[in-house]
């Protein structure tokens, strides 16, 4: 059974770090993209970030470009997204998700992360 | 970035009921174009790719159409585990987008 389970999620001041992680099982993890997906409250869902399956490549959306990382260890079969320089706009429910042809076939359960003072 | 817009924001449909569902894009995504269920407190769930592909596990009366710059997700025959939000996604561009989202709520 394929599964993906966030964690590191919580209450963060303005300004602070969070470091979500992602632990996958269950499929070939090195084999797929990844991704990171987030939902504000009440709202649609956005694309944060990507990694390729081996790493070597990254991409951000223009909101968090400069702010988070994303990152992978394949022996782990774990995904990770550093969040710096948060902000109250960054509140949401963030999932992880698996890509191996372009749309996105698994999804965690999301972690909640809330940014306020 | 393209643009996805789904229509209506809020679909009312009797249990048993057809419900037809609008995705459009700002430009062509040709058939690089997926479907997502969200019920309340859930996370996503995959239905429908490339336009038209159903899911694994995903039953029959779900489907997907078009290409281009307009999409159809029609559920046949309503049940009730059908009502959630449902998102269009193209990933043909970078960044890859969803439509907003439409709510298919009991009449």
Redesign the interface.
Same mark, same amino acid.
């Given at each position: 059974e394929v599964q993906l389970v966030e964690s590191g999620g919580g209450l963060v001041q303005p300004g602070g770090s969070l470091r979500l992680s992602c632990a996958a099982s269950g499929f070939t993890f090195r084999s797929y993209w990844m991704h990171w997906v987030r939902q504000a409250p009440g709202k649609g869902l956005v694309w944060v970030s990507h990694i390729t399956s081996d790493g070597s490549s990254t991409y951000y959306a223009d909101s968090v470009k400069g702010r988070f990382t994303i990152s992978r260890d394949n022996a782990k079969n774990t995904l990770y997204l550093q969040m710096n320089s948060l902000r109250a706009e960054d509140t949401a429910v963030y999932y992880c998700t698996s890509d191996i042809s372009g749309f996105f076939d698994y999804w965690g359960q999301g972690t909640l992360v809330s940014v306020s003072s | 970035e393209i643009v996805m817009t789904q229509s209506p924001a809020t679909l009312s449909v009797s249990p048993g009921e057809r419900a037809t569902l609008s995705c459009r894009a700002s430009q062509s995504v040709s058939s690089?174009l997926?479907w997502?269920q +969200?019920k309340s407190g859930?996370? %996503?769930?995959?239905l429908i *790719?490339?336009a038209s592909t159903r899911?694994t596990g995903i039953p029959a009366r779900f489907s997907g159409s078009g290409s281009g710059t307009e999409f159809t997700l029609t559920i046949s025959s309503l049940q009730s585990e059908d009502f959630a939000v449902y *998102?269009c996604?193209q !990933?043909h561009n970078? %960044?890859?987008? !969803? =439509? +907003? =989202?439409t709510k298919v709520e009991i009449k």
């Open positions: - | 690089n997926a997502y +969200q859930q996370a %996503p769930r995959l *790719y490339d899911a *998102y996604q !990933f970078w %960044p890859k987008t !969803f =439509g +907003q =989202g």
